[in-house]
């Protein structure tokens, strides 16, 4: 279970009062409070003439953080914040990514990291056009960005100008960290090769180019067939699923087994997708791996899915991923001006009870 500190600041007595910033300038006092918390709806001039007006009547805007980052930002500067936020797409129709091991796991990795650097964490789901207001305001020192494919655009679209690190995305131009999925998935389609499978079908994600890992994931399976001089066969490749869950994995190996069964073993773009097509397979009447080999992605189908199963996967550590995700904000913050990077983490085969060497019949 995660836990994320919560920094809360202390209301202090001020000798000058929002009230009276507000008669000097003639404006409301809600509008001045919006201006000096850094609320999204305030035009840039009128902000300006609160932060200066409250300056010059000695309110103390180092006690308003909102306000300190305005006035830093005008003479370009920035105030380190101690505070993060983890903005998490929602490409899964409400699932609760938290709650899904694959991001929980990258999720304690941030925290971990985050907390020996006394970094506060916010994790936010974004939703289409709308960004936080806590990230619109840049009062942060940066974010952690997972699943959402437009937000250095969204961002740059409201004047905001904070570090942001991409996680799981496939961008050579961003400050980015992903595993190397097409390396991953040449390993295992590989290993079925040598186990002596020539008819191997795909079940994955996704591969729209501007998605993240399962493109490139479907780019390594098909140049493992390639070295290997076998064919791709369409009908061995499924409807892309846009959910990589059990639920997805379990109806599309039953749209394979209504096709076809002429295949030997079966690649799976995510270990939760191989978890269901294990169990739609079994339902079939198919034994694993003595009639079909299944293989994961991820390394988590265990400790994560409640499988029982062995499953030949591909795994890579996320929790380094998150952590090596806030030190990139971090050498971001030490040095604005580098040149964006992106780091490719390793990966390794887990070669388990799900492969085998093929029988002498396709399913």
Known sequence: ML??????????????????????????????????????????????????AASELGYDIHSNTAARSLVSRRHGQRVKTHQIAVLMGDPFDGTVLQDMPFFREILQGIHSEAEKRDLDVAIHILRPGNIPRAVL??????????????????????????????????????????????GGMEKVTRHLIELGHEKIAFIGGLLDPTSSSHPRRFDGFKKALEEADLTLNPELM??????????????????????TRDFTAVVCGADAIAVGAMKAAREAGLRIPEDVSITG???????????????????????????????MLEE???????????????????ARDSTAAPALTSV
């Open 3 to 52: 836990f994320f500190s919560i920094r809360i600041e202390k209301c202090l007595i001020m000798a000058i009062t929002q009230k009276q910033i507000a008669q000097h300038l003639g404006l409301s006092q809600p509008l001045v409070a919006q201006a000096l918390g850094g609320h999204p709806g305030v035009a840039e001039r009128t902000r300006a003439r609160v932060i200066e």
């Open 137 to 182: 305001s840049g009062d942060i020192d940066g974010a952690l960005c997972v699943y959402s494919r437009t937000i250095n655009q969204d961002l740059a679209a409201q004047g905001v100008s904070i570090p942001v690190v991409r996680l799981d995305a496939y961008q050579t131009d961003r400050w980015a960290i992903y595993a190397d999925n097409e």
């Open 238 to 259: 499924p409807t892309e699923i846009v959910q990589p869950s059990e639920t997805a994995g379990y109806k599309a190996m039953l749209r394979l087994l209504e096709k």
């Open 297 to 327: 992605f991820d390394g988590i189908t265990l400790s994560g899915y409640g499988s029982n199963d062995s499953l030949t996967t591909v795994f890579y550590d996320r929790r380094v991923m998150g952590r090596r995700a806030v030190e």
């Open 332 to 350: 971001i913050a030490s040095n604005p001006t580098a040149p964006p990077r992106h780091e490719i983490l390793p990966v390794r085969l887990w």
